[in-house]
């Protein structure tokens, strides 16, 4: 069974570097970026090498309407298949980051439609982006909200931020990961507290539990996110899109498998020019100048 595996995931390896390469490679999108009804979309950092993604629903908390998220899904694409941009910044207001789903569009669903309709499939695309994305998360992160910053690789949280899976207190249960990725995040007693009773915890016990990387006063959260996003775009688009997969291997299978994998992308990397470049330059004690190839 592991020498199946193992040839699945040298398949897999050599179609995503195919996919890697062709996508570090595309050519930059246009200056004037798409104007969207739900999000505020820029491009920060130097050379606008960091995509910005706002969510903007103020009245509404910011809760995830369906509208939003096929803005968000077509931002993402875009900057996707910009070779300017190396990583992206996801966030909401300092109010909120998202308080949830739009439980207004759920609450006459049937069985039937959320099934024929494959309801919450699309908001997938998020965790499955190629380029990092770091959720800089102010604010009410609950529900559909908190689902959303951990489909992102980073969090970052301002010091009033508050997270939480309140979805039993309406007779239903997280449907875009909170049950899987929570667990995986913070352990399973904590997970199904907060999944049980619909608490919510701070910034301080969402850093203490793993579920953030950083506490940044609120005021600074964005541009401390945007910092690293800049931090990130400086590698090679190519290498840090393989690191990114080779980190969520670790969460689909065992650590025997994941560390084939590893050795496998490991190993990939002395087919490209970035590899040798950032070694030469290592060596001759210079800044490297990666090509993305």
Request: net charge neutral; aromatic share 6%; proline share 2%.
């Amino acid at each position: 069974m592991s020498f199946g595996v193992s040839k699945v995931c040298c398949a897999l390896l050599r179609t995503n570097l195919s996919r890697q390469l062709s996508s570090v490679r595309f050519a930059s999108s246009a200056d004037t970026l798409p104007q969207y009804d739900n999000i505020i979309v820029e491009k920060r950092g130097t050379d606008g090498c960091v995509g910005y993604i706002q969510l903007n629903r103020p009245k509404a908390l910011n809760a995830l309407c369906d509208a939003l998220m096929h803005d968000v899904n077509d931002a993402l694409a875009n900057f996707s298949t910009d070779s300017n941009v190396g990583c992206i910044v996801m966030t909401g207001s300092t109010k909120a980051f998202a308080a949830g789903a739009d439980i207004k569009e759920m609450q006459n669903k049937t069985l039937v439609d959320c099934i024929t309709g494959d309801f919450l499939s699309h908001w997938t695309a998020v965790a499955q982006n190629r380029k990092p994305i770091i959720a800089a998360v102010n604010g009410y992160a609950l529900g559909g909200g908190c689902e959303l910053a951990m489909m992102c690789d980073i969090i970052y949280a301002g010091d009033t931020a508050k997270f939480g899976q309140p979805e039993i207190l309406l007779g239903t249960i997280p449907g875009a990961g909170g049950t899987q990725r929570l667990t995986r995040a913070v352990g399973k007693s904590l997970a199904m507290e907060l999944v049980l009773t619909g608490n919510s915890i701070d910034a301080e016990t969402a850093l203490s539990a793993g579920l953030v990387s950083k506490i940044v006063p609120k005021e600074s959260l964005v541009d401390e996110a945007v910092k690293t996003a800049e931090k990130i775009a400086k590698n090679s688009k190519l290498i840090v899109g393989l690191a990114k997969e080779a980190v969520n291997t670790a969460y689909e299978t065992t650590l025997t498998e994941g560390n084939h994998f590893e050795k496998k992308i490991f190993h990939a990397t002395f087919a490209t020019s970035d590899r040798k470049e950032g070694m030469t330059a290592f060596v001759e004690k210079r800044k490297a100048k990666f090509t993305d190839q």
